[in-house]
T-cell receptor
């Protein structure tokens, strides 16, 4: 399982774009990168998943460079409700591999 | 989309008693489910892998006789905390993968356990 490293915490302001970078230097060829969001007292919620280059959905964008040793979650125009912990996970699709969570990034959005 | 549901969402029990938490995949079948516990302001810690029709696989340091896991059907896994103590108070979360939808993992809402 590829280990991931993220900043422990980040602060930003409403309306700003927030970029959270995750390092995964030993990512394997078959590994996908998935980001989850967790609010207090709730289970994590899927945000976005990608393998390479760029993926965009209605919530966020995920940028993955060619070497795939890192990835950046981009949240456009954040609001107070985006205050949460964000986890970057690396694993294989179509297989029930156990997922080990890193510490995540605690994002705090200020008014 | 796929949904994983936990019940109860919160429970209070007395020391020495046992409490059961259920995890259900509502619209897909899950041969494997995972149980995590999470203390305040900490990350999720994997406790065990629940395998349908066979014994659960526990992570190092997790007592299998204390945290009993049963995965009797493709849509239900249960975690029973036996002889609960105050230090077992925590947020317990389950997850399951819908392998028909890639490997997106879905998490339950979590269950707060308070042992008094």
């Amino acid at each position: 399982l590829a280990k991931t490293t993220q900043p422990i915490s980040m602060d930003s302001y409403e309306g700003q774009e927030v970029n959270i970078t995750c390092s995964h230097n030993n990512i394997a060829t078959n590994d996908y990168i998935t980001w989850y969001q967790q609010f207090p007292s709730q289970g994590p919620r899927f945000i976005i998943q990608g393998y390479k280059t760029k993926v965009t959905n209605e919530v966020a964008s995920l940028f993955i460079p060619a070497d795939r040793k890192s990835s950046t979650l981009s949240l456009p125009r954040v609001s107070l409700s985006d205050t949460a912990v964000y986890y970057c996970l690396v694993g294989v699709r179509n297989r029930d591999d156990k997922i080990i969570f890193g510490k995540g990034t605690r994002l705090h959005i200020l008014p | 989309g796929a949904v994983v549901s936990q019940h109860p969402s919160w429970v209070i029990c007395k020391s020495g008693t046992s409490v059961k938490i259920e995890c259900r995949s509502l619209d897909f079948q899950a041969t494997t489910m995972f149980w995590y516990r999470q203390f305040p302001k900490q990350s999720l810690m994997l406790m065990a892998t629940s395998n349908e029709g066979s014994k659960a696989t526990y992570e190092q340091g997790v007592e299998k006789d204390k945290f009993l896991i049963n995965h009797a059907s493709l849509t239900l896994s249960t975690l029973t905390v036996t002889s609960a103590h105050p230090e077992d108070s925590s947020f317990y979360i389950c997850s399951a993968s819908d392998l028909t939808q890639g490997n997106t993992i879905y998490f339950g809402e979590g269950s707060w356990l308070t042992v008094v």
